[in-house]
Nanobody, 121 residues
Framework: QVQLVESGGGLVQAGGSLRLSCAAS????????MGWYRQAPGKERDVVAS???????NYAGSVKGRFTISRDNAKNTVYLQMNSLKPEDTAVYYC???????????????WGQGTQVTVSS
C-alpha cells in the first residue's frame, strides 16, 4: 500500500506564504496524478490543484495565480506553494495520489491525514 505524509501547515497572517509537502512511500510501482484538496469546517472537500506525472497542472479558480503545485517524481513528493494567503484559504489540506502498487498489483486513490492551514486576518 501507499502512505502519504503531509507537512508544512500552520498559522500565517493574511498575505503570507506557506509551502506544503506530501511524501509518498510504500510498495509503489508508479504514481500517476497527485493533488491537493482542502476542507473547511462545514464544507465539502474540494480540489485545490493537481499535477500529472508529466507535469501538467490544474488549479481551482480561487487559487489560480497564488498557489503553485509541483512534484519531484524521484522522491514521490508533491508540493504546494501558497502565496498571498487569504482567510478564506483556512482549511485542512489533504494530499491525494493516484498510485499503482506492486503487490497485489492494483491502482487506487490514496489520501494523507491532512494538515491544518489557518490564515488570520
Amino acid at each position: 500500500q501507499v502512505q502519504l505524509v503531509e507537512s508544512g501547515g500552520g498559522l500565517v497572517q493574511a498575505g503570507g506564504s506557506l509551502r506544503l509537502s506530501c511524501a509518498a512511500s510504500g510498495s509503489i510501482f508508479n504514481i500517476n496524478a497527485m493533488g491537493w484538496y482542502r476542507q473547511a469546517p462545514g464544507k465539502e472537500r474540494d480540489v485545490v490543484a493537481s499535477i500529472t506525472a508529466g507535469g501538467s497542472t490544474n488549479y481551482a479558480g480561487s487559487v489560480k495565480g497564488r498557489f503553485t503545485i509541483s512534484r519531484d517524481n524521484a522522491k514521490n513528493t508533491v508540493y504546494l506553494q501558497m502565496n498571498s494567503l487569504k482567510p478564506e484559504d483556512t482549511a485542512v489540506y489533504y494530499c491525494n495520489a493516484d498510485a499503482t502498487v506492486t503487490f497485489p498489483y492494483s491502482r487506487r486513490n490514496y489520501w494523507g491525514q491532512g494538515t491544518q492551514v489557518t490564515v488570520s486576518s
